[in-house]
T-cell receptor, first 115, second 115 residues
Framework: AQSVAQPEDQVNVAEGNPLTVKCTYS??????LFWYVQYPNRGLQFLLK??????LVKGSYGFEAEFNKSQTSFHLKKPSALVSDSALYFC?????????????FGAGTILRVKS | DTGVSQNPRHKITKRGQNVTFRCDPI?????LYWYRQTLGQGPEFLTY????????KSRLLSDRFSAERPKGSFSTLEIQRTEQGDSAMYLC?????????????FGPGTRLLVL
């Protein structure tokens, strides 16, 4: 089955420090990978995606992600965390179906940035 | 703002009642998805429309659930004879026709509580 795993339930980081939220994937064929962020009682906001090309993908709000094929990982990173980055982060993989596709999500990682 | 909208944002109902949720996708997006998110979990795919045709349904979508997308615009998700286990956030997403760059954009969700 095609899936993603987020090994950390929660990540704590001090404001101004770099942050990493981890994601590993298991897919057959080429992976199409996504990161979304969810603020309390809100829907999901798209941050970035990897389809093909450069392994370092830049996205919204200063976030970036590094695709590593040998380690089957797609970790989300930011050089300098802000308190406002505190939220729930989801990694997802696109799974192709008979008539289209769907996203399969990880369980999510809570990011807490402390001032 | 021309993002995905969902109504109502919150719904409290008693077990056994029927509920209906509405999703208005981004205009010109011909693909529409419904997902369900329970506490502490990532969203799970429920169903998918391309224009007015419902092309995919998850096994999660029991026969108490029905979704429609008349005229290929807005969509409704109805749950009949609600059960406490139906309590969740119901998320709608839309996208343009499938290319490798397809990105699903999510609405704010409808939070359902079944008492």
């Amino acid at each position: 089955a095609q899936s993603v795993a987020q090994p950390e339930d929660q990540v704590n980081v001090a404001e101004g420090n770099p942050l990493t939220v981890k994601c590993t994937y298991s897919v057959s064929g080429n992976p199409y990978l996504f990161w979304y962020v969810q603020y309390p009682n809100r829907g999901l906001q798209f941050l970035l995606k990897y389809i093909t090309g450069d392994n370092l993908v830049k996205g919204s709000y200063g976030f970036e992600a590094e695709f590593n094929k040998s380690q089957t990982s797609f970790h989300l990173k930011k050089p300098s965390a802000l308190v406002s980055d505190s939220a729930l982060y989801f990694c997802a993989v696109r799974v192709f179906t008979e008539y289209g596709n769907k996203l399969v999500f990880g369980a999510g990682t809570i990011l807490r940035v402390k001032s | 703002d021309t993002g995905v909208s969902q109504n109502p944002r919150h719904k409290i109902t008693k077990r056994g009642q029927n509920v209906t949720f509405r999703c208005d996708p981004i205009s010109e997006h011909n693909r529409l998805y419904w997902y369900r998110q329970t506490l502490g979990q990532g969203p799970e795919f429920l169903t998918y429309f391309q224009n007015e045709a419902q092309l995919e349904k998850s096994r999660l979508l029991s026969d108490r659930f029905s979704a429609e997308r008349p005229k290929g615009s807005f969509s409704t998700l109805e749950i009949q004879r609600t059960e406490q286990g139906d309590s969740a956030m119901y998320l709608c997403a839309s996208s343009t026709r499938q290319t490798s760059q397809e990105t699903q954009y999510f609405g704010p969700g409808t939070r359902l509580l079944v008492l």
